[in-house]
Nanobody, 122 residues
Framework: QVQLVESGGGLVQAGGSLRLSCAAS????????MGWFRQAPGKEREFVAL????????YYADSVKGRFTISRDNAKNTVYLQMNNLKTEETAVYYC???????????????WGQGDQVTVSS
């Protein structure tokens, strides 16, 4: 079993930066594919980024490429999402997720955090 807790969200102006963290409990964190998703009001949850177990493979949604960076520290059981040059339309609840295979859809992940609000103001 893996439990995930996100932190680092908040209010930021457009063009600003935030770094989200996702702390995981459980001894199997290092074997998991970790992903970030986001859900804006009235919209479906969408894929943002993923990273494989050792950080050797990362994948991003086209909309965030070049601005967001996903990373992980298996010694700390933590995955990060550095978000730069944020846009107002990226206001959403950001979720951390853990799974066994590389996937860009929500059904590819078994474990989910409770989400963290990111608000980007103009």
């Amino acid at each position: 079993q893996v439990q995930l807790v996100e932190s680092g969200g908040g209010l930021v102006q457009a063009g600003g930066s935030l770094r989200l963290s996702c702390a995981a409990s459980g001894r199997t964190f290092s074997s998991k594919v970790m992903g970030w998703f986001r859900q804006a009001p009235g919209k479906e949850r969408e894929f943002v980024a993923l990273i494989n177990w050792n950080g050797g493979t990362t994948y991003y949604a086209d909309s965030v490429k070049g601005r967001f960076t996903i990373s992980r520290d298996n010694a700390k059981n933590t995955v990060y999402l550095q978000m730069n040059n944020l846009k107002t339309e990226e206001t959403a609840v950001y979720y951390c997720a853990g799974g066994l295979v590389i996937a860009t859809t929500t059904d590819g992940y078994k474990y989910w955090g409770q989400g963290d609000q990111v608000t980007v103001s103009s």
